[in-house]
């Protein structure tokens, strides 16, 4: 069993220069690594050994990161968190990644700090989505009776503001951008320009508008986070 906050990590890379870089960074963190330099050999120590967390980069010799990452969403006998590394920075080949499970997305060149941060996130994240409640401060959600609560109160949200909040709350505290929020909320479907605007409006009013500070921030340029004040 590993220490809290110590990831045991598959990185599936086939640029040597890369992987080593990552690996020296995040093992100097503490963090375990085990490595594949193409798909196929990816692919098997996915499905054979237990890691906390899976680091794909998409383009990738034989079996490219989108066959691995559906091979591995069809076979494993678990949720295996997956962070896809990818050169390509259009909303084309992050929605492709999003269809077929990867769980989150770094285009390269990136920061090894913010790397490690997202794989610390995407596996709390992970932890939530396992939990039936999920408590951030004041604010409490309970996944099987899907309710809020905030400061104990109960918060008369809408099916479209509890998704959102509860969206928020699994992926805090990164930033979920517009387009990744759309694509958790109507998939592949159309749906107005100003829908996600009117709805993130309503969950204000709600969640924030009642009480002292807010909890919902916008990240100008980017998207959305819940802001939780230290204890």
């Known amino acids: 069993m590993n220490k809290p906050g110590v990831l045991q990590v598959l990185l599936i890379e086939d640029e040597l220069s890369i992987a080593k870089n990552i690996?020296?960074?995040?093992?100097?963190?503490?963090?375990?690594?085990?490595?594949?330099?193409?798909?196929?050999?990816?692919?098997?120590?996915?499905?054979?050994?237990?890691?906390?967390?899976?680091?794909?980069?998409?383009?990738?010799?034989?079996m490219d990161g989108l066959q691995v990452c559906r091979q591995i969403r069809q076979q494993a006998q678990r949720h295996i968190p997956l962070l896809m590394l990818t050169a390509r920075d259009s909303i084309d080949a992050k929605v492709?990644?999003?269809?077929?499970?990867?769980?989150?997305?770094?285009t390269k060149p990136f920061s090894l700090q913010e790397l490690e941060v997202r794989c610390l996130a995407l596996s709390r994240r992970h932890l939530l989505q396992q939990q039936h409640t999920i408590t951030l401060g004041p604010l409490l959600l309970d996944k099987q009776r899907r309710i809020a609560k905030r400061d104990g109160q109960l918060l008369a949200l809408n099916t479209m503001g509890y998704n959102i909040l509860l969206l928020l709350a699994e992926a805090y505290p990164q930033v979920l951008s517009r387009s990744e929020l759309s694509?958790?909320?109507?998939?592949?479907?159309?749906?107005?320009?100003?829908?996600?605007?009117s709805h993130i409006y309503q969950l204000r009013a709600v969640?924030?508008?009642?009480?002292?500070?807010?909890?919902?921030?916008?990240v100008f340029g980017v998207g959305f986070t819940l802001e939780i004040p230290a204890q």
Do not use: C
């Open 183 to 197: 694509h958790k909320l109507w998939g592949d479907e159309p749906t107005e320009s100003d829908a996600l605007r």
């Open 23 to 62: 690996a020296s960074y995040m093992e100097q963190k503490g963090h375990i690594f085990d490595f594949a330099n193409n798909g196929k050999q990816g692919l098997a120590l996915a499905l054979q050994q237990y890691y906390d967390l899976i680091i794909l980069d998409l383009n990738l010799p034989g």
């Open 96 to 106: 492709s990644g999003f269809t077929v499970g990867t769980d989150d997305y770094l």
């Open 207 to 218: 969640l924030d508008k009642p009480f002292a500070y807010p909890l919902l921030k916008t």
